[in-house]
């Protein structure tokens, strides 16, 4: 009898698709209902004892009323702000000047691809100690030109910058790569036609490239701006959220609840609000790709 | 005339801009590698004022002994498992839910499908602290279960395989069920042995994933029995936070390693990170 249930058709997707569905289920859909659950939930250790209360929405009550909240809302949407646009102009023109033609470009190419090769926690460590204000390679390059050396990370001014600065080495070549290929897609007759027209560079650019790279450029905002929210290992490896509580972004308060302090309705009520601003950007990836699904699918 | 300079002048401008851009982009990497070699005496003297030999590696392995000595060698090896059990488990089970989107139609395929993409494009990292209570829910929290498990199913490479089996002649696979084989047959015998290429690039993005994995690992197992090479990086840093040269070397191996695996396979990389075929 089971033997025959096998045999049938229908079964047979089902079955191949099984082991992968179930896993996304388990692993990616479950955690999202989990962390909104214990978001609802108080854990106290009285006298040793876990004691476990369900308290509606006082845990994001607490959170409301804490400046610490309101401060790394602010400090994630000042680097959500900055660091986006950013990182897509600059892999924007980089992708552009590795599209021109020349002897090397295929070894320049490479050479600028090496930091996706490069895990970020490795980027980081090594990027600490080049911005060490002491002794790092940073502050050693700037007095060749006879500037001071600079605090870097240990200043309250300058470590979201830094921040920026090494999640920026780090993730430009990524999203490049991206747009990278989406330029050579683009018909090289359109920029013949334009040159027989005389157009300049620039119009090239604006009237050619850009239209035509929308759809690439939409993906990659989308999708750098996705990872950048929960953006928080240079800050679990160098800052720690300072000084002066000046890198701590959303998802690190989130990791400092929990894993510093215990206290998981806290930490997961961050998360959860981290979750639905991501799952809204992702509706927005859908709903603009959504449009030209069939060129996708060939 | 005026016409020739200028275009001289662009393509100066242009290796000038390059040329900085390089110096930023490999100077990190080079002074770790080049100092790893060094004392940290000599790599501070070097750096404060500047000096031209920062830039050239020395001689010592002296570093590379006293990683070893502090537990890089269990990391490695805990990485390279961890590594090469997600390799073969996430190849098969996202080719198989590649197959089974590429080659069927049935209820619900594609809302099953869109599910799975949008599934995935949330950061793994917004759902670690979630992850990590469930753990502790079912009893694998601090095991290699956590490890691997957790990260097996990846909407990407289901995504890379579907695209390539679409591309599949069907006539192929008709034939072969006519004569008599199992769609696990079909499956297994023909369609997989034609996906060397796309097999390749997943294997290859499945073991950069795990392989450069940090956050997860981090509050997943934190024994050191379990410690991959990221979490052991990342304590080298904060624990040994003077021996500069120690970290220099360790971040040299855990970075290198994966460059030169990237290097060799650079084509099948590239096309499985776009999804666009390299001419």
Redesign the interface.
């Known amino acids: 009898m089971f033997n025959n249930f096998f045999k049938r058709q229908w079964v047979v997707p089902y079955l191949f698709l099984a082991p992968a569905l179930l896993a996304t289920i388990a692993f990616k859909l479950y955690p999202i209902f989990i962390g909104l659950w214990e978001s609802l939930i108080y854990t106290s250790f009285g006298g040793g004892v876990e004691k476990r209360s369900f308290v509606w929405f006082e845990n994001y009550q607490y959170l409301f009323d804490d400046p610490l909240f309101w401060q790394s809302l602010k400090i994630t949407s000042i680097l959500t702000i900055i660091i986006n646009p950013f990182q897509i102009a600059l892999s924007l023109g980089l992708a552009l000047l590795l599209m021109r033609k020349s002897k090397f470009i295929r070894v320049i190419r490479s050479l600028y691809l090496l930091p996706i090769g490069v895990a970020l926690p490795i980027a980081t460590v090594v990027w600490g100690l080049m911005l060490d204000p002491y002794q790092g390679l940073a502050n050693g390059f700037l007095g060749v030109f006879g500037i001071p050396p600079q605090p870097f990370l240990i200043s309250e001014d300058q470590a979201l910058w830094s921040i920026i600065a090494i999640a920026t080495w780090k993730g430009v070549a990524f999203w490049m790569l991206f747009l990278l290929a989406g330029m050579e897609e683009i018909p090289t007759q359109y920029y013949e036609a334009a040159k027989i027209d005389g157009a300049r560079p620039f119009e090239k650019f604006r009237f050619i490239t850009l239209p035509l790279l929308k759809r690439t450029i939409l993906f990659v905002f989308v999708a750098d701006t996705a990872t950048n929210f929960v953006l928080m290992v240079p800050m679990i490896i160098l800052t720690k959220g300072g000084p002066m509580q000046s890198t701590n972004v959303l998802a690190f308060e989130a990791y400092r609840s929990g894993f510093y302090y215990q206290d998981w309705g806290r930490s997961l009520s961050i998360i959860s609000i981290l979750t639905i601003i991501s799952l809204i950007v992702i509706g927005l990836q859908l709903l603009f790709l959504g449009e030209n699904k069939e060129d996708r699918v060939k | 005339m005026i016409k020739h300079i200028n275009k001289n002048w662009s393509i100066y401008a ?1 290796y000038f ?2 040329l900085i ?2 110096i ?6 080079w ?2 590698l080049a100092s790893s070699f060094k004392d940290n005496v000599t ?2 003297a070097e ?4 000096s031209f030999w ?1 830039m050239v590696p020395g001689t010592s392995l002296d570093p590379y002994y006293g990683i070893f000595q502090k537990g890089f060698g269990k990391a490695m090896v805990n990485t390279f498992f961890v590594s090469v059990v997600s390799v073969i488990g996430g190849i ?3 080719s ?2 590649g ?3 590429a ?2 139609r ?2 619900g ?1 594609n809302i ?1 499908f ?3 993409l ?6 793994a ?3 670690a ?3 990590f ?2 753990m502790r829910q079912i009893g694998w929290f601090d095991t290699y279960y956590a490890l691997i ?2 990260m ?2 990846n ?1 990407i490479i ?1 995504f890379l395989f579907r695209q390539f089996f679409i591309g599949i002649p069907k006539e192929l696979m008709e034939a072969a069920r006519v004569d008599g084989l199992s ?1 696990f047959g079909v ?1 297994w015998k023909i369609c997989m042995p034609l996906s060397r290429p796309v097999t390749l690039g997943a294997g290859l993005l499945l073991f ?1 994933f795990q ?2 994995s ?2 997860w690992p ?2 997943a197992a934190p024994s050191p029995d379990l410690h991959l090479i ?1 979490v052991v ?2 304590r ?3 624990e040994y936070a003077p021996i ?1 040269n120690q ?2 070397a ?2 040299t191996i ?2 290198l390693l ?2 030169i695996f ?2 060799l396979f ?1 084509k099948q990389f ?1 096309s499985a ?2 999804g ?1 075929e390299q001419k």
């Open positions: 242009w801009i390059i851009g390089l930023i982009t490999i100077a990190p990497f002074w770790a790599i501070f750096v404060a004022p500047f920062s098969i089970i996202n198989m839910a197959f089974a989107f080659q069927f049935f209820k395929d099953l869109g599910f799975i949008l599934s995935f494009a949330v950061p990292d917004a759902i602290i979630p992850l209570k469930m498990i957790p097996l199913a909407g289901i769609w499956y950069v392989w450069e940090f956050l981090l509050i990221q990086l990342a080298f840093s904060t500069w970290q220099f360790a971040s855990a970075g994966p460059l990237i290097y650079q590239v990170l776009t666009v």
